[in-house]
């Protein structure tokens, strides 16, 4: 059973942790909420041996800790909130040892930390993909007297469009020169994680609204810098990395998709649809710049929770009565 955290109350283990904790705070200069985060999760962990008839340091072993991490379990704790009560035990075990109250430590602070899962990551439909690369221009045709399109609407719609048709991260495509891309066979000079150099591809469509910027908004935007960089802020400058989640997220908003779509969504949607239209994973991996298949097979999840998804809906025997 888990106990209430420390409230000050004399125990066997007390003086040492308190120490322990002033050292934290003064030597360390951990934050006051990893502190707080600590003590609690130390004391609750030290209540727990001591109701376990522990009355010293060296009558907790490794046993206690590992009962301690299934209890914690057992409760649905996040595995990062287990990970953090294991890097408090092995803390606080090392001060002991550097304290000399406890001899050898090690086997406790071997004890592996839970390993965390992988999270699903989020992609658009491709129905809302398409809100979302119209949004910029269904805007900009609802304002009174705007029939001609603005210098700063063009140069999103083709963001948007580049994002999602070739998978970039966003400090892939904040780097991207004007001379990173051609015209004529659809492909893009991306220099990667790790400066590895690679090409990725672009459609028609991407094609069209790119040469619509390049040839028109971008010289506006420009403002005769001479500026290499292939996507421009209202200064002239090469648009941020920051300059472009804004962007994706102010036309994510008002194309009613939420205020939590961002730059790397359209990454994933890339790869999820690729997949799904029926694309080979080793060509995803290369199309995304993945060094490990490893990375681009988490997409690979992404398309059978769809799928199983889909299934429920449509399948007749799912609806049953």
Known sequence: ?????????????????????????????????????????????????????ASSFTEID?????????????????RSSISRNLSAIRSFWKFLEQSQILDNSNMIRRIPSP???RTLPRFLSQLDVQKLILAPRKMNEAQPGKSKLLP??????????????????????????????????????????GNKERETIFGDKCAAILDQYIQTSRPSLNKGKNSLALFLNHRGSRLSVRGFEIIVKKWAVLAGLGNSVHPHTLRHSFATHLLDGGANLRTVQELLGHSSLETTEIYTH?????????????HPGMNRL
């Open 302 to 314: 992404v398309t059978q929770s769809q799928m199983a998804v889909v299934y429920s809906r449509a």
């Open 1 to 53: 059973m888990i106990t209430k955290a420390y409230s000050g109350k004399l125990h066997w283990w007390s003086e040492s942790f308190n120490q322990f904790i002033d050292y934290l705070t003064t030597e360390r200069l951990y934050s006051p909420h990893t502190v707080r985060n600590y003590k609690r999760d130390l004391s609750l962990f030290l209540t727990f041996c001591e109701k376990d008839n």
């Open 62 to 78: 490794r046993s206690q800790v590992e009962n301690w991490i299934f209890q914690l379990t057992e409760k649905n704790t996040a």
């Open 152 to 193: 700063s609407i063009i140069r999103d719609e083709a963001i948007l469009e580049l994002l999602y048709a070739s998978g970039l991260r966003v400090s892939e495509i904040s780097n991207l020169d004007l001379a990173d891309i051609n015209m004529k066979d659809r492909t893009t000079r991306v220099l990667g994680k």
């Open 115 to 117: 390993k965390k899962g």
